[in-house]
Protein backbone atom coordinates (compact mmCIF):
# COMPACT_ATOMS: atom_id res chain seq x y z
CA UNK A 1 0.00 0.00 0.00
CA UNK A 2 1.16 3.51 -0.82
CA UNK A 3 2.61 5.70 2.06
CA UNK A 4 0.00 8.45 0.77
CA UNK A 5 -3.20 5.62 1.06
CA UNK A 6 -1.76 4.26 4.23
CA UNK A 7 -1.76 7.71 5.64
CA UNK A 8 -4.86 8.55 4.63
CA UNK A 9 -6.29 5.41 6.53
CA UNK A 10 -4.69 5.86 9.37
CA UNK A 11 -6.48 9.25 9.24
CA UNK A 12 -10.01 8.22 8.64
CA UNK A 13 -9.36 5.65 11.89
CA UNK A 14 -7.78 8.03 14.03
CA UNK A 15 -11.34 10.89 14.10
CA UNK A 16 -10.79 13.12 16.86
CA UNK A 17 -14.23 14.07 16.86
CA UNK A 18 -15.67 10.61 16.32
CA UNK A 19 -17.72 10.93 19.92
CA UNK A 20 -19.63 13.89 18.17
CA UNK A 21 -19.93 12.17 14.98
CA UNK A 22 -21.12 9.02 16.10
CA UNK A 23 -23.81 11.39 18.42
CA UNK A 24 -24.88 13.36 15.36
CA UNK A 25 -25.41 9.83 13.37
CA UNK A 26 -27.62 8.22 16.10
CA UNK A 27 -29.87 12.10 16.04
CA UNK A 28 -30.35 10.96 12.30
CA UNK A 29 -31.20 7.55 13.60
CA UNK A 30 -33.94 8.93 16.41
CA UNK A 31 -35.45 11.82 13.91
CA UNK A 32 -35.95 8.57 10.76
CA UNK A 33 -37.46 6.38 13.90
CA UNK A 34 -39.73 9.81 14.47
CA UNK A 35 -40.91 10.52 10.66
CA UNK A 36 -41.58 6.81 10.39
CA UNK A 37 -43.43 6.04 13.42
CA UNK A 38 -45.74 9.59 12.70
CA UNK A 39 -48.64 9.79 10.90
CA UNK A 40 -48.13 10.13 6.68
CA UNK A 41 -47.77 13.30 5.86
CA UNK A 42 -48.48 14.37 1.68
CA UNK A 43 -44.47 14.69 1.28
CA UNK A 44 -45.41 15.31 -2.60
CA UNK A 45 -43.51 12.40 -4.36
CA UNK A 46 -46.55 11.22 -6.10
CA UNK A 47 -47.29 7.51 -6.13
CA UNK A 48 -44.09 5.98 -4.04
CA UNK A 49 -41.99 6.97 -1.69
CA UNK A 50 -39.33 4.43 -2.33
CA UNK A 51 -36.81 7.33 -3.87
CA UNK A 52 -36.98 8.59 -0.70
CA UNK A 53 -36.32 5.33 1.62
CA UNK A 54 -33.39 4.65 -0.69
CA UNK A 55 -32.29 8.11 -0.31
CA UNK A 56 -32.52 8.11 3.33
CA UNK A 57 -30.74 5.13 3.79
CA UNK A 58 -28.00 6.07 1.80
CA UNK A 59 -27.25 8.62 3.92
CA UNK A 60 -27.28 7.10 6.90
CA UNK A 61 -24.82 4.52 5.67
CA UNK A 62 -23.00 7.02 3.74
CA UNK A 63 -22.54 8.38 7.38
CA UNK A 64 -21.94 5.75 9.11
CA UNK A 65 -19.57 4.39 6.64
CA UNK A 66 -17.70 6.93 6.86
CA UNK A 67 -17.20 6.50 9.82
CA UNK A 68 -16.35 3.27 11.03
CA UNK A 69 -12.76 1.51 10.97
CA UNK A 70 -12.45 -1.28 9.25
CA UNK A 71 -14.71 -3.55 6.76
CA UNK A 72 -15.96 -5.87 10.00
CA UNK A 73 -17.45 -2.83 11.46
CA UNK A 74 -19.10 -1.81 7.86
CA UNK A 75 -20.65 -5.30 7.50
CA UNK A 76 -21.96 -4.92 10.75
CA UNK A 77 -22.94 -1.53 10.23
CA UNK A 78 -24.92 -2.57 7.03
CA UNK A 79 -26.07 -5.47 8.58
CA UNK A 80 -27.32 -3.09 11.25
CA UNK A 81 -29.17 -0.74 9.00
CA UNK A 82 -30.85 -2.98 7.28
CA UNK A 83 -32.53 -5.02 10.50
CA UNK A 84 -33.10 -1.16 11.90
CA UNK A 85 -35.09 -0.51 8.29
CA UNK A 86 -37.22 -4.02 8.69
CA UNK A 87 -37.79 -3.04 12.18
CA UNK A 88 -39.54 0.63 11.75
CA UNK A 89 -41.41 -1.03 8.96
CA UNK A 90 -42.74 -4.05 11.44
CA UNK A 91 -43.56 -0.56 14.01
CA UNK A 92 -45.06 1.26 11.10
CA UNK A 93 -47.68 -2.11 10.47
CA UNK A 94 -48.79 -1.94 14.21
CA UNK A 95 -49.32 1.68 14.27
CA UNK A 96 -53.29 1.36 12.52
CA UNK A 97 -52.16 4.59 10.57
CA UNK A 98 -49.20 2.93 8.84
CA UNK A 99 -48.47 0.04 6.78
CA UNK A 100 -45.54 -1.85 6.76
CA UNK A 101 -44.20 -2.72 3.14
CA UNK A 102 -41.50 -5.20 2.05
CA UNK A 103 -41.26 -2.44 -1.30
CA UNK A 104 -39.58 0.03 1.55
CA UNK A 105 -37.55 -3.06 3.18
CA UNK A 106 -35.89 -3.30 0.16
CA UNK A 107 -35.15 0.03 -0.88
CA UNK A 108 -33.90 0.77 2.33
CA UNK A 109 -31.34 -2.23 2.13
CA UNK A 110 -30.21 -1.09 -1.55
CA UNK A 111 -30.00 2.55 -0.19
CA UNK A 112 -28.09 0.78 2.80
CA UNK A 113 -26.03 -0.98 0.39
CA UNK A 114 -25.38 1.89 -1.34
CA UNK A 115 -24.11 4.27 1.31
CA UNK A 116 -21.05 1.89 3.01
CA UNK A 117 -19.77 2.26 -0.16
CA UNK A 118 -18.85 5.74 0.53
CA UNK A 119 -16.33 3.85 3.04
CA UNK A 120 -14.42 3.23 -0.20
CA UNK A 121 -13.96 6.88 -1.65
CA UNK A 122 -12.03 10.21 -1.71
CA UNK A 123 -14.86 11.34 0.76
CA UNK A 124 -13.86 9.33 3.63
CA UNK A 125 -10.19 11.68 3.77
CA UNK A 126 -12.12 14.67 3.03
CA UNK A 127 -13.84 13.88 6.62
CA UNK A 128 -10.60 13.04 8.24
CA UNK A 129 -9.53 16.32 7.02
CA UNK A 130 -12.66 18.25 8.00
CA UNK A 131 -12.40 16.45 11.60
CA UNK A 132 -9.01 17.42 11.94
CA UNK A 133 -10.06 21.52 10.92
CA UNK A 134 -12.54 21.31 13.31
CA UNK A 135 -10.87 19.50 16.34
CA UNK A 136 -8.23 22.19 15.68
CA UNK A 137 -10.62 25.22 16.27
CA UNK A 138 -12.36 23.45 18.80
CA UNK A 139 -9.37 22.94 21.08
CA UNK A 140 -8.21 26.30 20.47
Known amino acids: MPPSEATAISKANSLKLVRIWYALGMMMLIAVAVVSLLPVLDVGVGGSDKFLHLLTYFLLAGWFGLLVRDRVMLGWT ?5 AYGA ?3 LLQGQTGYRFAEWGDVVANSIGALAGVTLHFTLLRRLFGILDDRLSTIFSS
Open 78 to 82: LAALI
Open 87 to 89: LLE
